[in-house]
């Protein structure tokens, strides 16, 4: 394997748009069915390259997986618990099968039919066995509109600037898109004078954010220092956690989110590799004060990832978008979040997710979720079909994308969408 040549060196012998997501810049992991067997693949343009194929006809020879074929399996678990030389040679080796001046896989007709897929032709399954779940809140401005919907008089938590904020959520309920999801009920409390009531929730929201894979387990007693979040963070996904704000306002004080954020959150089918996003790399936000020594970051880890949320009702032809922003916005970084987490000695799981909290950038239509952008209801958002949304409704469907370029060529994440049912 040529472990000189960089990966923007290589041009991939398919035919891919530009426009793709799954550029061979990317080479983003998942798991698909076809005729009933699960099994892990590659997307490369509108493409599923199916990796136990190539395992079992010899592709991977002289490589940590060239024994057991981890890649006839229903989750990524045991590939990414192989470690981070692993995910490497890998990715070096599928560079070099996709390239054009490489006629390992192009001129092997047999072969080449049999491992590269039409994307249509298959099914997307959950990507990973998802062990634990953490959901962060390290957006300055979300935290700050939020802040003033609710505490005008200090609208960004004092603590928000000394370690990023999260709490444990729910992994059996992450599904992967697309997803109906069902309007949950719980109790809430619509008039402060009164009693709460039971029923559907009324204030059902979405959030645009990024969450990332845990590929290697921590040892018990033992953090993540900031610098070593490489050796443990396999790749990313879009995801959005829903909410159901009125349940999750009456319920959240004083232990925090519970039944108001358990019932549903979604993640895009396709893990894109952490060395796709190398390139992707910009300096973050200024942190003021600086943190403390074991957040501080002695390299970028920000990333200029295009993120983007759009929404179609039922009445529309055709969705509009109702959000544009970046990941680069972000106050804390991903690599900040897995030191915090694990700062008081907490372990990490093959297969733990931990999100970014919702994306929300400085300007009105950058904002992450419709609680900012209906300020909390109170300013309905007007669609181009006529209708307004102070939050979602029966019917709608939100599609979440997100990608960057590198070398004119997308590096994305494809869709994350969840269509909204009627509570039972």
């Known amino acids: 394997m040529n472990a000189e040549r960089t990966d923007t060196s290589y041009r991939a012998w398919l035919d891919i748009e530009p426009t793709s997501d799954f550029s061979i810049y990317n080479l983003p992991y998942g798991v698909f069915n076809r005729n009933g067997k699960k099994r892990v693949g590659v997307a490369i343009g509108d493409y599923v390259l199916d990796l136990a194929e190539l395992h079992e006809a010899g592709m991977f020879a002289g490589t940590a997986v060239a024994g ?15 470690g ?19 006629s390992e896989l192009s001129q092997r007709q047999p072969l080449r039919d049999r491992a590269l897929i039409r994307m249509r032709e298959v099914t997307l399954e959950m990507p990973v066995e998802v062990a634990d779940y953490i959901d962060f809140y390290t957006s300055r401005e979300h935290a700050s509109n939020v802040g003033r ?49 039971f029923g559907p929730t009324q204030r059902l929201d979405f959030e645009l954010e990024v969450a990332f894979v845990v590929g290697q387990a921590s040892e018990e007693g033992v953090p993540i220092p900031v610098d070593h979040a490489r050796d443990y963070i396999f790749g990313a996904v879009l995801l959005n956690d829903l909410s159901a704000r009125d349940i999750q306002q009456w319920e959240y004080q004083p232990l925090g989110p519970f039944l108001g954020k358990s019932f549903a959150t979604v993640i895009s089918p396709w893990v894109v590799p952490l060395a796709a996003l190398e390139p992707l790399r910009v300096p973050g936000v200024k942190q003021e004060p600086e943190p403390l020594p074991y957040l501080r970051l002695a390299e970028d880890w920000a990333f200029d990832l295009h993120l983007e949320a759009w929404l179609k009702t ?61 300020q909390a209801g109170r300013s309905p958002v007007l669609l181009p079909s006529g209708e307004t949304r102070a939050f979602l409704e029966d019917g709608d469907q939100i599609t979440l994308v997100g990608y960057g370029d590198v070398e004119g060529r997308r ?9 909204v049912v009627t509570a039972d």
């Open 68 to 82: 057991e074929n981890v890649f006839a399996r229903h989750c990524l678990n045991d590939f990414m618990s192989l």
């Open 84 to 102: 981070r030389a692993a995910w490497g040679q890998i990715r070096q080796r599928l560079l070099e099968l996709l390239d054009a001046d490489n």
């Open 149 to 197: 919907l609710f505490r005008a008089d200090a609208a960004l938590p004092p603590n928000f600037v000394y370690m990023p904020l999260g709490y444990h959520g729910r992994s059996g309920t992450i599904f992967v898109s697309p997803h109906k999801v069902r309007r949950p009920k719980g109790q809430y409390r619509p008039d402060p004078t009164k009693p709460p009531i």
């Open 314 to 374: 039922v009445e529309m032809d055709a969705p509009t978008r109702l959000t544009k922003t970046n990941f680069r916005y972000l106050y804390w970084s991903v690599a900040q979040m897995l030191a915090h987490a694990t700062i008081n000695g907490a372990r990490m799981r093959v297969g733990d997710l931990f999100a970014s909290g919702t994306v929300s950038g400085p300007t009105p239509d950058s904002l992450g979720c419709m609680l900012e952008l209906s």
């Open 411 to 419: 590096v994305g994440f494809g869709e994350c969408v969840c269509t």
